[in-house]
T-cell receptor
Framework: DAKTTQPTSMDCAEGRAANLPCNHSTISGNEYVYWYRQIHSQGPQYIIHGLKNNETNEMASLIITEDRKSSTLILPHATLRDTAVYYCIVRANNNAGNMLTFGGGTRLMVKP | GAGVSQSPSNKVTEKGKDVELRCDPISGHTALYWYRQSLGQGLEFLIYFQGNSAPDKSGLPSDRFSAERTGGSVSTLTIQRTQQEDSAVYLC???????????????FGSGTRLTVV
């Protein structure tokens, strides 16, 4: 699986957009980009995923560069409850286990 | 059920004792995954199930660890002769299908916090 690089931590003001970057320069053509987050004392929560097109759902938007070597997760109006560790994961959809490998993630702190 | 349920939520055990951790996946989810997370660390993959079978057990840390799944539903992770380094939060996740679970996303439980004293 392609390796991802994320900043260790970020701060964001409440109500502002949180933009979380992820580098995955060795991504392969059949690998998707997944984002999960883990709020303190809870299990990880699926946010969004994409292949090459930008994606949006009720939680966030995912912007993938044209060369697919990096992506940005956008929380349009961050709230205090969005404080969590955000994981960017790259994985191909196939039958080889399909387990997700979680790296260190980005610790997002939303401040009042 | 509405979500992935894990029990117990907390377990304190003495070194050398055996423990069993239980995971009830979402009804109808055929794929089930076990991870563990040590304090302040990332998630470490342990094992996954396609239905009742576990094709790859290489993620289990030692032969003291075993897991089974029955009826395509409940899974049990057993740790024999627990050691202090086994202390961690053990997380279970399920997904609708193992053919393409990543597309549907994982749903995680809240975990079992195991403390070996």
């Amino acid at each position: 699986d392609a390796k991802t690089t994320q900043p260790t931590s970020m701060d964001c003001a409440e109500g502002r957009a949180a933009n979380l970057p992820c580098n995955h320069s060795t991504i392969s053509g059949n690998e998707y980009v997944y984002w999960y987050r883990q709020i303190h004392s809870q299990g990880p929560q699926y946010i969004i995923h994409g292949l090459k097109n930008n994606e949006t759902n009720e939680m966030a938007s995912l912007i993938i560069t044209e060369d697919r070597k990096s992506s940005t997760l956008i929380l349009p109006h961050a709230t205090l409850r969005d404080t969590a560790v955000y994981y960017c994961i790259v994985r191909a959809n196939n039958n080889a286990g399909n387990m997700l490998t979680f790296g260190g993630g980005t610790r997002l702190m939303v401040k009042p | 059920g509405a979500g992935v349920s894990q029990s117990p939520s907390n377990k304190v055990t003495e070194k050398g004792k055996d423990v069993e951790l239980r995971c009830d996946p979402i009804s109808g989810h055929t794929a089930l995954y076990w991870y563990r997370q040590s304090l302040g660390q990332g998630l470490e993959f342990l094992i996954y199930f396609q239905g009742n079978s576990a094709p790859d057990k290489s993620g289990l840390p030692s032969d003291r660890f075993s897991a089974e799944r029955t009826g395509g539903s409940v899974s049990t992770l057993t740790i024999q002769r627990t050691q202090q380094e086994d202390s961690a939060v053990y997380l279970c996740a399920s997904s609708l299908t193992y053919q393409n679970p990543l597309y549907y996303g994982y749903t995680f439980g809240s975990g079992t916090r195991l403390t070996v004293v």
